[in-house]
Structure formats: structure tokens, C-alpha cells
């Protein structure tokens, strides 16, 4: 399975998410997470439509950061899944999934879940060449104790630069916190970004995978409009679940959509294997 992560821009990047979100949740694939990029290659998957909702690049001295918002329905994740920390060293040094080749540093941290921000699912991914600032050892702590940046713009895609700032856990020369000690800091403030500028979105890549909740939402009113119509303008379209099936994942017939069941994919109408 494809596991090979890159941080280019908040139009293109990868993250780690379940191989199948009907069985694992994102805590439960720490140790089977794939990649899922919006330029696939090596062996990763594409990022499903409409999964990610805004993104934020910063590159600053020390590591590079891609930060945001997603749609947990898209794959299938709980609304309340506080998710975990997927790392490039683990409890056994061997990385948390073992296997990741990252393209832009040495070391890697990312978090995702609901929890940070009510409401707000966020994700984030740090690529550092050195580990002080993508340490492991917070992995109870989420993004915005983690990875400090840009989780509230609304809509929006951007790419900046930022400053140095200290390794993650150092508050000043004379305090450092671990985690578990009795009194927790709160999260210091995102260095400041300069030269920022918006970009498009990522790039559509025509994926709907079959777990994906908002397609099944669409299928469903798609089927309940179908019914109710008269039966005359139903002649183009046949009949039964898999015209409500082809609406919902593409122009695909009833056979295609029984396999595409089973191996998880469709990429614009045509069957991925």
C-alpha cells in the first residue's frame, strides 16, 4: 500500500487516513494508515472530492506545515472521532504507520480530528529535517497545541512563508512542558506569516469512494425524487438501486457498481482497480 507523503502547497499535499474507514477508525489505522494525496503517485490514493474544505501552507525555517479543515462524511469519519497522532517515529522508532516515505524532511507529525475545534473537524501534517520540531511525544496534545497556524479562515486556500519559532513543548529558555505534567500551557500563537497568497483549491480528482456518506445522502434523495416521478421520464435511466448508485458515483452501470462495492473506488465514471 502506498505510503509515500509530500507537503508542496495547500493545493497539493498528502495525508495518512484509514485504508478502509468502514473498519478502522483514524485511531485505529495508526498502524495501517495509507496515503491519500491530491497528486497520487507511488502507490497513494487520490483524495476523494469535497473531503477537504480549506488548507494553509506555511514554510518557515525549521519545518514546512499544510493545516485545515475536512468533511468527515466524505470517509466515512465520526463527527465526534478525536482521531490521534500518525508519526515518523512511533513507540518502537519505526514510524506510526511503519513504511512512510516522506519527500520534504526527515522527520513528520500529523494529526486529524473533531475534537480540537467543536464542530470544526481540522488536520495537520509538519515535515521538519530536524526532530525538535515534529517531536512525538505530544500525541495527546492535537493541532492547535502541535501545529500552531491558520485553522479558522473560512473557504480559503493560501500558501505563506513564516518565521522561526521554537521547538514544540519550549516556552522560553528556563521552561520546557512535557506532557502529563499537572498544568498544561496553553498552545503558543503561530509564528508570524508573511507573502501569503490564495490559491484554487486542489484540483477535482473525480474519486467518490463507495464509503462516502454524502454521496450515499445524495443517492438516497436522488432514488426518493425517482420514485415519486412519473414513470415515463424513468426510461433512460432503469430502474431499482443502481440508477440511484449511477447518480450518486457517476455514469456507471449495474455490474460496475457491484464490483466498485467491493474494491472501493470509482474515478470519474470509470472503475479504478
Known amino acids: 500500500m502506498g505510503r509515500t507523503i509530500y507537503i508542496n502547497s495547500a493545493s497539493d499535499f498528502c495525508l495518512l487516513m484509514p485504508p478502509d474507514p468502514t473498519k478502522e477508525n483514524l485511531v485505529d489505522a495508526e498502524a495501517i494508515a495509507v496515503a491519500y494525496c491530491t497528486s497520487p503517485q507511488n502507490g497513494s490514493r487520490p483524495m476523494p472530492d469535497g473531503f477537504i474544505k480549506t488548507a494553509h501552507y506555511r514554510k ?6 499544510i493545516s485545515g479543515t475536512y468533511d468527515p462524511p466524505v470517509m466515512n469519519f465520526g463527527t465526534n472521532d478525536c482521531g490521534g497522532e500518525y508519526d515518523s517515529e512511533g513507540a518502537e522508532g519505526i514510524g506510526n504507520p511503519a513504511g512512510v516515505t516522506m519527500r520534504n524532511g526527515s522527520y513528520f507529525t500529523q494529526f ?16 521538519c529535517p530536524d526532530y525538535p520540531w515534529c517531536r512525538n511525544t505530544f500525541d495527546l496534545m492535537g493541532c492547535l497545541w502541535n501545529q500552531p497556524g491558520d485553522y479558522d479562515q473560512p473557504e480559503a486556500f493560501t500558501n505563506c512563508e513564516a518565521n522561526a519559532d521554537l521547538p514544540i513543548g519550549v516556552y522560553n529558555s528556563s521552561y520546557t512542558f512535557s506532557q502529563g505534567m499537572s498544568v498544561t500551557p496553553t498552545p503558543v500563537t503561530a509564528p508570524a506569516s508573511s507573502n501569503c497568497k490564495t490559491v484554487a483549491s486542489p484540483t477535482a480528482s473525480g474519486v467518490t469512494y463507495s464509503w462516502n456518506q454524502r454521496a450515499a445522502v445524495s443517492s438516497s434523495t436522488s432514488g426518493a425524487k425517482s420514485s415519486s416521478a412519473p414513470s415515463s421520464g424513468q426510461s433512460g435511466k432503469g430502474s431499482g438501486s443502481n440508477s440511484n448508485a449511477a447518480e450518486a458515483f457517476g455514469p456507471i452501470n449495474g455490474l460496475a457498481f457491484a464490483v466498485t462495492a467491493a474494491i472501493g473506488v470509482v474515478v470519474g465514471g470509470m472503475l479504478l482497480v
Do not use: E, L
Open 112 to 127: 486529524m480530528g473533531a475534537c480540537d475545534i467543536p464542530g470544526s473537524p481540522v488536520f495537520c501534517m509538519r515535515m
Open 60 to 65: 518557515t525555517p525549521n519545518y514546512i506545515q
